[in-house]
């Protein structure tokens, strides 16, 4: 078995662990059906998730997570997205491939707490949890995930998603320039903008979106949890 099978069926392991913790089996286990349901009903698509409740459940999942955020996050998300489809009596769109969901994570960070003065190199890569005053809220810069194109000769539909290197902690970040043909050198058009602008989530300069960027408000104290990459500064 290849070195690639083995993360799979890892990766595989790790989301059905997350999952049982979502949503356990054990009627007498803490669940978050209740609050999955209740982000649905809102029209959010973000999940807080207690640090410490995962600690105390799997500590591997939540070592995982501050150590390597950006598998172990991944695995949450899609470990939420199952969990939103195999609720019952829910819209097929909650569950539809293009369904995006995330998992925010509050808690206890130990020494992954910190402030704008103690965060250094050693948060490279790691989940931290920033305390500080916001002063200063950019504009919402939108940044493309995927797009949709159209290949009017052969009558199918083509896909791109993009990554940046605030995406992944290891692997290549993709071109951000559209395809104007297939591999065969046919034409593809754009589809609608009206269809490209839900596939587009909204970003900070924090790496902050959706949901934590919506709700922070300068010169008010707020927690902030973010990935810390190399490339990214803190203002304020």
């Known amino acids: ?28 286990a803490r669940s978050y059906r209740a609050d999955v349901i209740l982000m649905l009903n809102r029209g959010m ?6 640090l410490d409740e995962i600690r105390s459940h ?17 695995v949450f998300d899609q470990a939420l997205k199952n969990v939103v489809a195999a609720l019952p009596n829910r819209p ?25 003065r103690t965060l250094s190199s050693i948060h490279l890569n790691r989940m931290v949890s920033l305390e ?10 939108p940044k493309i ?10 009558n199918i539909f083509h896909f791109r998603e993009y990554r940046d290197q605030t ?28 269809v490209l602008e839900v596939l587009t989530p909204r970003s900070s300069s924090q790496n902050m979106d959706i949901a934590p960027i ?3 408000k300068q010169y008010r104290s707020k927690k902030c949890r973010s990935e810390h990459q190399p490339a990214n500064y803190l203002e304020g």
Not at 45 to 50: A, D, E, G, K, S
Not at 58 to 74: H, I, K, V, W, Y
Not at 145 to 153: A, M
């Open 58 to 74: 799997n500590r591997e999942l939540a070592d995982g997570l501050l150590n390597t955020p950006f598998d172990f996050s991944q």
């Open 167 to 194: 995406m992944t902690a290891n692997g290549a970040a993709s071109t951000s320039v559209y395809p104007q043909e297939d591999e065969e050198g046919n034409p593809v058009s754009n589809i609608p903008d009206h």
């Open 1 to 28: 078995m290849d070195g690639l099978q083995l993360r799979d069926e890892a990766t595989r392991d790790r989301v059905k662990l997350a999952e049982e913790f979502l949503d356990p089996v054990d009627p007498k």
């Open 214 to 216: 919506e709700t922070t």
């Open 92 to 116: 097929a769109k909650e569950s539809s491939a293009d369904a995006m969901y995330y998992c925010a994570f509050i808690g206890s960070f130990g020494e992954y707490a910190c402030n704008p």
């Open 145 to 154: 995930i995927k797009s949709v194109h159209y290949n009017e000769k052969r």
């Open 132 to 141: 500080g005053i916001v002063t200063k809220c950019s504009l919402v810069r």
């Open 45 to 50: 698509r973000r999940l807080t998730v207690n």
